[in-house]
Every structure is written in C-alpha cells, then in structure tokens.
C-alpha cells in the first residue's frame, strides 16, 4: 500500500511538471512583451504614421487597418454564422445534410490559414476582380472566422431551455416567431462571446491577408473599401523579417500592442460568459 | 397570420436555409478555386513527379516542381512537435482536469487560454529573437534557423488545441467508472492510468489528430524560424521549409499563369487534401467518444 502512495506522488508529481513546462513559458511569454514593448509605447508609436522605412515612427495605419479589417470581417461574417447555427439547432433534423454541414464546418475550421489566403487570392482578387482591396481580405477572413461564430452560437442555443420553445409554440407562434422572441433574445451574450473571440483570432492573422489586403508600406489611412491597408500582425511580420535594423523596441511595442489587442478581447470574453452562467 | 406576415417568414426561413448551406458552399469554393489554378501544373509536370520530386528549383530555367522536400520539411517539423506536444498536452490535461485543486484549475485553464489567443505571428517574433539564437547557441549549430526551433514553436501552438479537447473527454468520462475503481479500494492514480485513460482515449486520440492538424496547417511562426531551405532533410537541426511556408513566401513573387504559380496552386490543395483527411478522422474519434 505504501508503494501506492509512492506511485501516486510519483505519477502526480510528473503530471504536474508536465503542466507547469507549458504554463511557465506562457507567463514569461507574456511578461517579457509587456516588459520589452510597453517602453516602446508612446503618443507618437501609437498615433503616428511610420517613418524611415519603418524603423521610426509610429504603428498608426496598422492599427488602423486591423481595426477596419476586424469590423468588415465580423461584419459579414456575424449574420452568416448566427443565421447558420439556428438553422442546424432549431431547424434542421438529424439527416444526411445536417451531417454535411457539419463535417464542412469541421473541415473550415481545419483548414491552414494560408490555403485560404490563395483561396481568397484567386476568387476575390482575381476571379470577382477587387483586387488587393479590404473588401478581399475581409471577405477571405470572414471566411475563416464562421466555424468559431458557428460553434459558440450553437452552444448559446443549446443553452436555452427547451421550455422556452414549448410555451412559445402551445401559444401559437410560428418556429421563425419562437426563434426570434423566445430563443435569440436569451442566447444573445454567447452570441457575443463568439463574436468577440472570432475578433482576436481575425486581428491576429496573417496569412490570410498576406495575397488579399496587407500593404508593405503605407502611410496613409485608406479611403474606400478598395484600399489596401496595413495591418498589425503583417507589420510585425515585415519589421521582424524583411527590414533589417529595425530597433527592437519597435518590434516588442507592435507586439504588445497586437497581443494587448487580442487578450483584452478574449478577457471581455471570459467575462461576458461567466456573466451568462450567473444568469442561468 | 397575416399574409405579408407569411412572405417576410417564408423569406427568412430561406435566408436561414441558405446560411446552413454556406459552409458547404464555402468548402467547395475553396476546392474549386484551388483546382482551377493547380490543374495548370499538370501542364509542365506529371502529378508523380510533382509529388514525389527531389528539386524545389521554381524559378531556375526550367523550373524544377518536385515538392516531395516540401512535403518532408513539413513531416518532419510536424513530427518533431507531435512527439513533444502529445505526452505534455495529455498530462497537462489529466493534471487540470483531475489532479489540480479547484483554484489552481482555474489559473491553468486561463494561462491555455492565453497561449491559444497569442497569435502565430507574434510567436514566431518571440522564435526568431530568443529561441532562435538559444538553440544557435545551446546546440553549438551553425544555425539556430532549424527544424527544431519550428517543432518546439509548433508544440506549443498545438497544446491548447490538445489540452482543452483532451480535458473534456476526461470530464466526458462517466462518474461511475471513477467512484467503481475508487470504491475498489483503487488509489487515484491507480485510477487515472488503468480507468479513466481507457474512457476518455477517443477523445485524446481526436485531441492529438486535432493538434496534428493544427501543426501541419501552421505557416506564419514555422515561416519566421525554420530557415525555409527547400532541400530534403536529414535531421531536426538542420533548415528545412514547409508546404505552408513555401505559399506564404513565394506567392509574391510568383508571375501570375507561370508553372510556379500554378505549383504554389497545387501545394494549397496537397495541403487542403491533408487537412480534410486529418480532420475526418479526428471527428470520427470524437463521434465514438461522444457515444460513450
């Protein structure tokens, strides 16, 4: 019996050094960029337009051009996803489409991000003609993102209680009117939990963007939908590896500014989910 | 109901029907337009030669497109961080979801949280300006631009994908099992590796496919710290360049309608293939872990 025990500190022991191997690198991960960028952070890093071939400056266009690119994206992508999770939970029966569906989600999700950036080369810019335009890359990112918004918005419908439904239907209402009164209105903060977490994952790609919007070099903020833009984490791409000498406090401050981005989101979206479990 | 009532119904109820169908729609676009370009190679290379050919050589005269180095360079950094991401990913795994006291549990599953947040690219910055030069250093290489560095980056963006999808298989396992093998007079441990691991292994082998997956599919941090040198490896520590990193680089510089950049085409739907094959089997094993 002793041996036992000795087994099971022993087997405890090495499970928890296996955790503690990934989460300490994910702590000094972190606290490394704070530490390195945020000297770089300034009025000027923020507000301004790069200068001397992007070693001076500031980050102001590619923040910018995420921002816009994130909007556009979720833009699209939002009612597509929301419209496509309540048709596979309160519409469709378990057959040979619903199957289909699903595995295309799966499949979507699953795909490398850079097949979709050629995928979004060769339709949007080339085939339909937009060019390397905003619309192009939003579009390919939107793309990307609806297995995310598809997923959690299926959970948020699954969180709804049947009984909802049932007291709407014996009153008579159609399955549009049940969905639209008796269902979104109480699945609307996972909605929004999908929705902000498919924003960090759009702000944080690369590759998508690589063929269809991300400009090099652009100092200027962008004046239609047929604009390139420059975007954060292609600027970091760039500063890290195309242009040499850049100071690395530059390159720290972008990815600070970038991460900062995405892990604020991802906290509003741990809160805005706790909240709904509260509510429950 | 009142008839206009019934028409604006009729037409939302279609617009949901259409949005359910969207990503199928979507999935065959990609095909497609992945093949209209990628057909075009076969113009200038049989699909054998393409496939398995030793030369990447795309803008010498006349191009070389053999992507069988590619095709290694991708197995091998996806080989290396599977071996490291699997064991870590499922310990860790057991240790949140069985072993780590209610507070702790929490801390942990944020800190995977963050990790799966941070984006590739920024993870590859890190690569390139402290893991790069460390293994430079630490291994006594004449570059730190290896295989290595790639799987060891990979590894990590594999583990929240293997962590959280292995955590909830073992939480998928049925009460019933534990408390049997407790009341046995079982320790935990005992448990844990004899019960529990047996309830919960379709949904660690989905987890590890899953993971598997995400690594080949990988292009932005493999791209910055692997050295993207297209000749066929013979160990980790050597350059090597992948499937995803070779799109990434090179379709800038690719004239549109030549062989390579119709090559590049072809890799996306290697690629594409790949990612279809993993996934199905991945979803298959989590079907049979959810009848469980």
């Known amino acids: 019996m002793k041996n036992e025990a000795a087994k099971e500190k022993i087997g405890f022991g090495a499970l928890l050094v296996a955790t503690l191997v990934i989460v300490v690198p994910v702590i000094l991960i972190v606290g490394l960029i704070i530490a390195r960028g945020f000297g770089a ?28 690119l994130v909007v556009t994206s ?7 996803g929301v419209m496509a999770a309540v048709y596979l939970h309160e519409y469709a029966r378990e057959n040979l489409l619903t199957r289909i569906i699903n ?59 049947q009984s909802y439904r049932e007291v709407s239907f014996s009153l008579g209402a159609s399955r549009w009117q049940t969905v639209r009164h008796a269902v979104l209105p109480f699945a609307t903060p996972g909605i929004l939990t999908g929705a902000i977490l498919s924003v960090g994952r759009v702000a944080g790609e690369t590759a998508p963007i690589l063929f269809t919007v991300a400009a090099f070099y652009l100092p200027r903020l962008p004046h239609s939908l047929g604009d390139q833009v420059m975007a954060l984490p292609y600027h970091l791409y760039i500063t890290t590896t195309q242009i040499p000498n850049v100071p690395e406090g530059y390159r720290y401050g972008t990815a600070l500014v970038l991460v900062g981005l995405v892990l604020i989101v991802n906290v509003a979206a741990v809160i805005l989910r706790s909240k709904m479990r509260h509510r429950k | 109901m009142s008839r206009a009532r019934k028409v604006r119904e009729f037409f939302i109820e279609k617009l949901i029907l259409a949005s359910g169908l969207a990503s199928v729609v979507f999935v065959v676009l990609i095909l497609i337009f992945l093949l209209r370009e990628a057909v075009s190679v076969l113009k200038t290379v049989s699909l054998g030669a393409f496939l398995g050919g030793r030369f990447w050589y795309p803008i010498s005269d006349p191009a070389r497109l053999g992507i069988l180095p590619l095709i290694l360079g991708s197995l091998a950094v996806t080989l290396g961080a599977v071996v490291l991401a699997v064991p870590l990913g499922i310990a860790a795994a057991f240790y949140i979801a069985e072993v780590a006291p209610r507070r702790l549990r929490g801390l942990l599953k944020s800190c995977v949280e963050i990790l799966a947040a941070i984006p590739s690219v920024v993870l590859g910055f890190l690569g390139i300006t402290i893991l790069v030069p460390f293994l430079k250093n ?144 991945a979803d298959l094993f989590l079907a049979r872990s959810r009848k469980r």
């Open chain 2, 138 to 281: 630490f291994l006594g290489l004449p570059t730190g631009l290896t295989a290595l560095a790639g799987s060891i980056m990979l590894a990590f963006m594999a583990l929240p994908t293997i962590i959280s999808i292995s955590e909830d298989a073992i939480n998928a396992v049925p009460r019933e099992y534990k408390e049997g093998a407790l009341a046995l007079g079982a320790t935990h441990w005992q448990t844990l590796h004899r019960v529990i691991i047996h309830g919960a292994l379709p949904g660690v082998i989905a987890a590890a496919m899953l993971g598997i997956g995400r690594v080949f599919g990988e292009t932005m941090a493999v791209m910055m710290v692997t050295g993207n040198a297209a000749a066929i490896p013979h160990g980790l520590l050597e350059p090597v360049r992948t499937l995803t990193a070779t799109i990434a680089a090179e379709m800038g510089e690719a004239a549109q309608g030549s062989p390579h950049y119709f090559a590049l085409f072809g890799i996306g739907v290697v690629l594409f293939v790949i990612s279809f094959l993993i996934n199905l089997t």
């Open chain 1, 41 to 68: 952070l300034s009025w000027e890093f923020l507000f301004t337009m790069p200068r001397d071939g992007m070693k001076a400056g500031g980050i102001f266009p590619a923040i910018v051009g995420t921002f816009i």
């Open chain 1, 74 to 80: 979720i833009a699209f992508a939002l009612p597509i």
């Open chain 1, 103 to 161: 595995l295309a989600i799966i499949n979507l999700a699953g795909v490398s991000s850079v097949v979709f950036g050629l995928f979004g080369f060769s339709l949007f810019v080339i085939f339909l003609k937009f060019g390397v335009s905003i619309t192009a890359g939003a579009l390919t990112l939107g793309i990307m993102t609806l297995p995310v918004i598809i997923t959690t918005t299926r959970e948020a419908l699954r969180a709804v209680p």
